[in-house]
């Protein structure tokens, strides 16, 4: 366990941070799953009492708080809307941890475990996964059933509806044609881009080179997120140490900024310095580093876009992630962006920051409670009449390519990088 | 061990029984914490009839939950059994603006109902602090209130009907237009005691043109709350008129700087209305604040420029749950003009205890609301805290106030109604509970103190007026016959009796009680006795500028009361004292504008017809300006004898003494 937190109110102990929560009830309904099952274990507040009352050691079986804690999102907007802003998220992983509920499915734990102690592996599984999923062999495996009979509904579904796998991996494709090298800006490659949507990451470095000339492409291992939610904090701890010391090597001018497509990622790279309240000298490192960290979306200036009527036609509405809105409070910056570059075409969606139900691997945990908020993400959509969504995090990109394509085809969901690139005047 | 499986294949809903459901529905936002047993989540009506019936059947307790915002501990599970979740009962069932209602479930949370209004025009008044989560069921369940329940009134003034399933698992239907007593009063604010709520007719308004925000600073609490009584005085009625102390603003500005000044008192007053009215009530604001010394006035009528003036305000909660882990949000209630007594007095008991409450005011109606940090954690800083709080509450009854303008009895304060009613008054109390739920299942040990706990230290209740000679002589009569075991018949001056009444028993004529009792002219609120003549009253009060929102009708005032031509007349009923059949006095309601503590006795007798108790007093509420009232109403409808009108008389009248003739006259 972490032990301690770094709360909105300074350094806490786990137990000082949950007592926090007066039990007024003001998140129930910012939370996706109370508001869906109407049950109080599933409240940010019913959550923070059962971790509470974990460590004060007062639950006779624990196990029974085991649902509890997996069908939480970790989407945070509980802690935005929250007083004190008690941060039920991390709260959460503290009482996994405490259970020992490594992970909700073997999947990501497995990931999590290749992602730090055998990258090329891992990378290699995924090339020939896509591979699968692009010759339909997936979709043959799912007719077979035995998806389902490993309890993997979700990836079956997801099989029979994601055909469209890149079939080559971000870094081999800047590998095979290198873009120009300057220092303006370190591009962090997340693994969500690099190994299944390439032609995010492509946009993003077109775009960045646009807005701020030349810069790096930072040979980045994984953020470790996936073992700090999945897996054990040592392996977290251990990616971060690299990642920091990676960028110290690259020694990029103090006005450069660690850029970041995947939401998720930029938003627990910049909680890197919570890893270490215990070891001083780390904690330094990890600050410097997590100041220097942004979102895609905050490296894009308005006033510096060239206004017109944006990229493709119809409705453009954006769909926060969590970890942008609730992770990082970034709301503001990319709608100023697409406002920007095309006018009244951007709307804003109804509970635009409402979790989608991606949730990293709480689609495979918790199937059924996903799909509900995939549906419910969906109609907010197709209200808008939208026709284009942008997202900015891998989990939602898959998760609403799989939802649109069901319910919605209308629409479809691109990556905020996508949809600017795309709205850019056509460069060379 | 109760075996719950008979139940959970009856439900289309969900039952739960594992140790991590039955801790989290085990508290809620106060500090009391109990198990139950089980949880159902209840996706019908139906879920709900058949959960209390299997309950009744086994005389397994049972509790209702909306949200659980709760702040005294209403909708903890004392005795265990089972929680009853109305969370999911969420939908609007209709909106109709032309009869200006909307009908809905009790899960529907009350900021939801507002975003279904507000694009149609119109919006439901209550709007307790937690409006954006708790559900209108609690919002019953509690009575709950809110600033705008200055102008409108607490919940109970927008509850046209409800469907309520009763503790022994029937389902019934009351509706305010219903012959007989308003049952659809009595079961709002009875906290879960009576029954469960499965769907409710609710009062909608238009929203108004315009609102104009005006943030007024003070150099004291003193000339703050005489700038509120002037106000009123002045005939204004704000829709909203808070007042924040020098502590609440302080911590707000430290943890959010918004800019408000620095006083020793803040006034946040709204008033609405056409530009025109605005206009006017605006100036005449303005002066009273000028006059009172407030230099610094700030006005905003833009949404977002009013929403700026607003947000400190809207932060106080925060501002001081940042500081340390818990928040006691104490609720007490006293006369408007005697709000810079209590200011005084809280910051006595403070040093007291040590502890540190910032005030927080609607000062409008003299609801107060101490909120003083600490630490549950530490037993010693807690049991300061709630013993500051409990001496706050004592003191608002001295004051000849209310424990609970707003947030309920719950546990926290069922002590304290021993401070604020006699042992009479609670035992008609216990008596109503009883003829509702003879087992004692629904939400049990809330509301009263508990047989045989001990009452806290002190009768303080101020002493009410002497009665006259002649209530004195009239309540022993009545005695007397009830002694005998003697029928009564009981009328005022028989306007809406049939020419040649034949009463079973001696007829009794309340005309011999015709005095004003009290004006409270800092207060705008009369009692009188329920013989004075209607057109009697009214003359008299406007004679001194005063006016009482009640028909102009012939008879007598209890006649005009116990007959209830007029629904709206409702709303100017603060308090009655009445005297049983079996001849006990009892009083009931509050004698001050905001007071949600008790069944609400005073609301349920009227459209009673004399059938249930002998109205000796009535203390009402009054205006500084002319209402507008229809004057000519037929005569209605008298009560119609039924199962549930039954369990009422044996609450206030076992032997069927009282004005039977009625109901043998009843043209049902």
Known sequence: MLDRLLTDLGERSGYDAASQCSRCGYCEQACPTYVATGRETHSPRGRNQLVRLLIEGKIEDPGSAFEALSSCLLCGACTTVCPAHVPTADLVLEGRRFLRLDSPHWIPRLASKLLVENPPLFRSFVRWGNRMIRWGVAGLVAKTGILNFLGLGALEQAAAQLDTAPDSLLRDRLAASPPPRGDAWGYFTACGTDLLFPEVGEASLRVLHFTRGAGKILENPCCGLLSFNYGSLDDARALARRNIERFEAETLPEDSPVVVDCSSCAAFLKSYPQLFLGEPEWRIRAERYASRVLDFAQTLDPEALPGGAGAGNGVVVIHDACRARHGQGVVSEPRAAVRALAGDRCRELEKAGDCCGGAGAFAFAHPELSDELLRSKIASIADAQARTVLASSTSCLLQLVRGLKVYYPDCRVVHLSQWVDESLPKRT | ?668
């Open chain 2, 1 to 668: 061990m109760i075996e719950f499986h008979t139940l959970r294949e009856r439900l289309r809903g969900e039952l739960y029984t594992g140790e991590a459901e039955l801790l989290t529905y085990a508290y809620d936002a106060a500090l009391d914490r109990s198990r139950p047993d089980a949880v159902v989540v209840a996706r019908s009506a139906e879920d709900v009839r058949r959960t209390v019936a299997w309950c009744a059947e086994r005389k397994v307790p049972f509790v209702a939950r909306g949200a659980g915002t709760n702040l005294s501990g209403g909708c903890v599970p004392l005795r265990g059994g089972v929680v009853v979740s109305l969370a999911k009962l969420d939908k609007i069932v209709s909106i109709d603006t032309e009869k200006r209602e909307a009908v809905v479930e009790p899960g529907v949370v009350n900021l939801h109902l507002q975003n279904a209004l507000a694009p149609l025009g119109f919006f439901y008044a209550p709007d307790p602090a937690s409006f954006k989560v708790c559900t209108l069921g609690g919002n019953i369940g509690e009575n709950a209130g809110g600033p705008r329940c200055l102008k409108y009134g607490t919940t109970t003034h927008h509850i046209l009907g409800l469907d309520v399933v009763l503790p022994d698992g029937s389902l019934e239907r009351f509706s305010l237009e219903d012959r007989g007593p308003q049952l659809a009063s009595l079961i709002t604010g009875a906290e879960g005691t009576l029954g469960i709520v499965t769907r409710a007719r609710v009062k909608i308004l238009p929203l108004p043109e315009s609102i104009t925000t005006i943030l007024a600073s003070f150099d004291s609490i003193d000339a703050a709350m005489g700038c509120v009584s002037d106000m009123i005085a002045a005939g204004v009625v704000p829709r909203v008129l808070e007042a924040m102390d020098r502590m609440t603003i302080d911590s707000i500005e430290a943890y959010l700087p918004c800019g408000l000044p620095s006083a020793e008192a803040v006034l946040l007053i709204e008033v609405e209305g056409s530009k025109r009215q605005i206009e006017r009530e605006l100036e005449k604001v303005s002066k009273l604040c000028e006059a009172r010394g407030s230099g610094d006035l700030r006005l905003a009528t833009d949404p977002a420029k009013r929403e700026k003036l607003w947000e400190g305000r809207r932060s106080a909660y925060a501002a001081l749950a940042r500081l340390a882990p818990n928040v006691l949000v104490e609720d007490g209630v006293v006369p408007r003009d005697k709000l810079p007594e209590a200011a005084r007095r809280i910051k006595e008991i403070a040093k007291r205890h040590s502890i540190e409450p910032a005030l927080l005011f609607h000062a409008g109606d003299g609801n107060l609301h101490p909120n003083v940090i600490f630490d549950e954690r530490d037993a010693e800083w807690t049991r300061r805290v709630k013993a500051g709080g409990f001496e706050i509450l004592k003191m608002c009854v001295e004051l000849g106030g209310s424990i609970s303008g707003e947030h309920g009895i719950g546990i926290d304060k069922r002590r304290a109604m021993a401070w604020l009613f006699s042992e009479e008054t609670l035992a008609l109390f216990r008596r109503i509970k009883r003829a509702f739920d003879p087992r004692d299942l629904a939400n049990p040990d809330k509301l009263f103190p508990l047989e045989g706990e001990p009452p806290p230290e002190g009768l303080i209740r101020p002493a009410p007026p002497a009665p006259s000679d002649a209530q004195n002589a009239f309540v022993e009569r009545v005695r007397e016959k009830a002694a005998r075991g003697e029928a009564l018949t009981v009328i005022g001056s028989g306007t809406k009796c049939p020419k040649n009444l034949r009463g079973r028993g001696e007829v009794l004529s309340t005309k011999v009680l015709d005095r004003i009792v009290a004006l409270d002219r800092g207060n705008f609120i009369v009692t009188v006795e329920s013989g004075v003549a209607v057109r009697a009253l009214k003359a008299e009060l406007e004679a001194e500028g005063f006016f009482v929102p009640i028909p102009l009708t012939l008879g007598t005032v209890g006649g005009l009361l116990a007959t209830c031509p007029w629904l709206p007349l409702r709303e100017a009923v603060l308090a009655m004292k009445l005297l049983l059949p079996t001849g006990e006095v009892v009083e009931v309601g509050s004698k001050v504008v905001k007071s949600v503590a008790g069944y609400d006795v005073a609301k349920l007798l009227l459209g009673s017809w004399g059938t249930l108790a002998i109205i000796l007093e009535v203390t009402l509420k009054l205006l500084a300006a002319r209402p507008d009232i229809p004057n000519e109403f037929p005569i209605p409808p008298k009560p119609t004898p039924g199962p549930v009108f039954a369990r009422l008389q044996n609450a206030f009248d076992p032997h069927r003494l009282l004005n039977g003739w009625i109901l043998e006259d009843s043209d049902a």
